[in-house]
């Protein structure tokens, strides 16, 4: 930022006591430099727990580095892409710290993809290696003839839980839930193998440096294809940093004493969990409760109730889905000084439950994949706003931007774009759609958001709409012309439309409105259609047949029109 004052950024005046304005994002050479220097200060410190076992950063350490070491005797070289599909296990740290101390670029997958949408992501990514969990094999041996993956690493739930829980974990996953389909796939390696074999071979450390991609994270695309936002070293020790001296701030000021305990029922695959959980806990020592099935929320509890928890990232179904079950009650909460909301907007009867409930203020953040993630939050001391997504990090600067291309006056309605060393470098092999979002003026190279807000005289920013048709169901985006292009080749599909609708436990769902061409078409059919080609989140919940969809002169559908229609539905 240029000459940093309160009366140029009047959302400085807001930060809590001992928070800079500015953080440096060169603080670690890379992600490499993050990882070695916290294993080697807290090599005895837990660093993740699921299911009972525990691992140390220094057993971290060792797995990873054995990890590392297999994949380069595989042939994998720095810059080549790897793709990790799993859930919250032991083994997703291992693979990730040791994908990145290989020099590779990670590429996160949603362990719940269909085989189409697997395909997509592999495909564009160039992905050349993948490790994967045997429950969803079955769908990449559908595709694999169809991608450039060489290597493939399969685990298993229980594979690091130690002898004999991994053997009955394993068993009764497999046979008894019947949760792994049967598969068949060219030169599996086990994961189990993979860290033997890598013991054997001398790791050898890659030359990294802060502008070389870590990540590529998939976010939707404005054609209906996701794209890679690429993620640099840089770009994310940026956000840690940042992160790191917001939250430390708070626990600094509270009376906490000892090693720091984390919940991380986010997919580390979402950026959110990937940056919170995984890359702050590594630089604070901190262990990560890894919960593998938060929808489980019986069981999510029963874990809870281990722990005495102090930071608590998460997004507004989830804590509303905790607040309402009855056993939450008899959870310690003595020990919880930060809880976090992102990914979706927070609900201000969640967040005021939530303090009831617990005792501790839930805030808001606000940021994108495609900013590694976080770009704003509300101060933790006491001064957060509920409604407004809080203000903006330090090193970071946001502005709202009118229609017609300038910067509007505050309290102004228009696009909020941001400005920071947590922006992407662009998006993987798309320089068309990276010039859509990224542009620069005199100040710096800024970044379009597609959310329409406002920044308050003070400094607070709130959003207001969407530019983008973006539907968001429970923190994850789904994109319009995705669906719309799916169901337009089920069988009896003459037109369609899709938009999405308020909900109160999702925040938004999916409605598709259908055009027929064949009159025998049912819902049911649709909806089966949509399970076998879209994750879950994106099947649509609500299917509305028409003879006919509003359109513009030109034939343009009018998603904009269909959403006002459910809108002036809504109870006022």
Known sequence: ???????????????????????????????????????????????????????????????????????????????????????????????????????????????????????????????????????????????????????????????????????????????????????HLPKVTSFGSALHTGSGFTYQRPNVSGIDV???????????????????????????????????????????????????????????????NALCGLKWGALNLLITNPRDIPGFIKELKKFKINIFPGLNTLFNGLLNNPEFKNIDFSGLKITIAGGMALQKVVANRWEEETGCILVEGYGLSETSPVLSVSPLDGNHRIGTIGVPFPSTEMRILSDDDTWAKLGEKGEICAKGPQIMLGYYNRPDETAKVIFEDESGRWFRTGDIGIEDPDGFFKIVDRKKDMILVSGFNVYPNEIEGVIAQCPGVLEVACVGIPDEKTGELVKVYIVKKDPALTEQTVKAFCKENLTAYKCPKQIEFRTELPKTNVGKILRRALRDEELAKAPK
């Open 1 to 183: 930022m240029m000459s940093i004052s309160k009366d140029t950024y009047p959302w400085l005046k807001h930060y809590p006591e001992g928070v800079p304005y500015e953080i440096n994002p060169d603080a670690y050479t890379s992600l490499l430099d993050l990882i070695e220097t916290s294993f080697a200060n807290f090599p005895d410190n837990p660093a993740y727990t699921n299911m009972d076992k525990v691992l140390t950063f220094g057993k971290l350490d060792q797995l990873s580095r054995n990890f590392a070491a297999y994949l380069q005797s595989i042939g994998l070289k720095k810059g080549d892409r790897i793709a990790i599909q799993m859930p919250n296990v032991l083994q997703y740290p291992v693979a990730m710290f040791g994908a990145l101390r290989a020099g590779l670029v990670i590429v996160n997958t949603n362990p719940l993809y269909t085989s189409r949408e697997m395909q997509h992501q592999f495909n564009d990514s160039g992905a050349k290696a993948i490790v994967i969990m045997a429950n969803f094999a079955a769908n990449l041996e559908k595709i694999i003839a169809s991608t450039n993956i060489e290597h493939i690493i399969v685990t298993e739930i229980g594979d690091l839980l130690g002898f004999p829980k991994k053997l009955i974990v394993n068993a009764v996953v497999k046979y008894v839930k019947k949760m792994v389909p049967a598969y």
């Open 214 to 276: 870590a990540f590529i994270q998939y976010t939707g695309g404005t054609t209906g294809v996701s794209k890679g936002a690429m993620l640099s070293h840089r770009n994310l020790i940026a956000n840690v940093e940042a992160v790191n001296e917001w939250l430390m701030s708070k626990m600094r000021n509270s009376d906490h004493e000892g090693l720091l305990t984390m919940v991380a029922a986010l997919p580390l695959y979402h950026v959110f969990a990937m940056t919170i």
